[in-house]
């Protein structure tokens, strides 16, 4: 069964500290994983995509990583600030289906003064 | 501005009622697709479109239906509502299905 797994379910940190999320999938044969930062009450926004081929993609504060060949992905957030404060949601594709999008539940972070 | 636009941002109904959502693509993306967030809860897939033909469906209730027109705007039909079809409704789209999604800001459904 297709699955994404996202851990932990909620973090802690205190500004300017770093934090890094998990994403375990088994979505197979894997098209690409996206990270996404979701606001309370909005839209979820892109924050980087990979496809098998690559390892590592950076924007701006936010890496993300990826293992293929254990089906994991990571991503690091360095130097938290206040506005980091959000759902992040790591989506998995299959190849070339809709159907096989599969969201994770998201790890909900909270960045505190 | 994502480029994804959605309206209404807010709508208020009474249960039994039926509603019409819509949403208009970023300008190129011919794949256009709804997502329910209930509160709390992560985003469920509820059904694609492309280029004006159904997709992919994900979990989408019969009293649900959409469709996609010839200038790629959708609309998100809800009939027969209940309380527990409050929700988010996102829509988002995209060039191709391997590419990255857009979303747009989403309509809050109330059903009272």
């Known amino acids: 069964k297709n699955q994404v797994e996202q851990s932990p379910q909620s973090l802690i940190i205190l500004e300017g500290k770093n934090c890094t999320l998990q994403?375990?999938?088994?979505?197979?044969?894997?098209?690409?994983l996206r990270w996404y930062k979701q606001d309370t009450g909005r839209g979820p926004v892109s924050l980087t995509i990979?496809?098998?081929?690559?390892n590592t993609k950076s924007n701006g504060r936010y890496t993300a990583t990826l293992d293929a060949d254990t089906k994991q992905s990571s991503l690091h957030i360095t130097a938290s600030q206040l506005s980091d404060s959000a759902s992040y949601i790591c989506?998995?594709?299959?190849?070339?289906?809709?159907?096989?999008?599969?969201f994770g539940s998201g790890t909900r972070l909270s960045i505190r003064p | 501005d994502s480029g994804v636009t959605q309206t209404p941002k807010h709508l208020i109904t009474a249960t039994g009622q039926r509603v019409t959502l819509r949403c208009s693509p970023r300008?190129?993306?011919?794949?256009v697709y709804w997502y329910q967030q209930s509160l709390d809860q992560g985003l469920q897939f509820l059904i694609q479109?492309?280029?004006?033909?159904?997709?992919a469906k994900g979990n989408i209730l019969e009293r649900f239906s959409a469709q996609q027109f010839p200038d790629l705007h959708s609309e998100l039909n809800l009939s027969s509502l209940e309380l527990g079809d409050s929700a988010l409704y996102f829509c988002?789209?995209?060039?191709?299905?391997?590419?990255?999604?857009?979303f747009g800001s989403g309509t809050r459904l109330t059903v009272v």
């Open positions: 988002a789209s995209s060039v191709v299905e391997t590419s990255g999604y857009t």
């Open positions: 994403c375990n999938y088994t979505v197979s044969p894997f098209s690409n």
């Open positions: 990979m496809t098998f081929s690559e």
């Open positions: 989506v998995v594709t299959g190849y070339s289906s809709a159907s096989k999008i599969i």
């Open positions: 300008s190129g993306d011919l794949s």
């Open positions: 479109y492309y280029n004006g033909e159904e997709r």
